[in-house]
């Protein structure tokens, strides 16, 4: 299956089946799961860290796939343990985003 036919409930629901076979979720709290977040994007970034490659080659595809997916499952399982609806979340973020941020004012730029 792939992005067009899995939705985030799908990916939800199988990261919560997974921990629930490992009685992990007692060590879930959003203190772990938040640091863990932050471990996994450390360890995405660390894969371009003094590197002059900022495209993906191969090598580095693969390695980007498996820790963007660890960052991802930590996120959900955030989602998960809070009750957070993460589609509303990312909708409501991006209607904020909108006002924050008018295609006007930064189209092709990112600063005033």
Known sequence: MND???TVNDL???VEDFIAERRWKQ????KNLSMSI??????????FQWSAEDNLNRELYARVEEELADVVIYSL????????DLSGAVRKKIKKNALK???AKYLGRYKE
């Open 4 to 6: 067009e036919q899995t």
């Open 12 to 14: 939800k629901v199988m």
């Open 27 to 30: 060590f879930h709290t959003p």
């Open 38 to 47: 932050a471990i996994e994007a450390a360890e995405l970034m660390e894969i």
């Open 77 to 84: 399982t955030l989602a998960n343990t809070a009750g957070i």
């Open 101 to 103: 941020y008018p295609v």
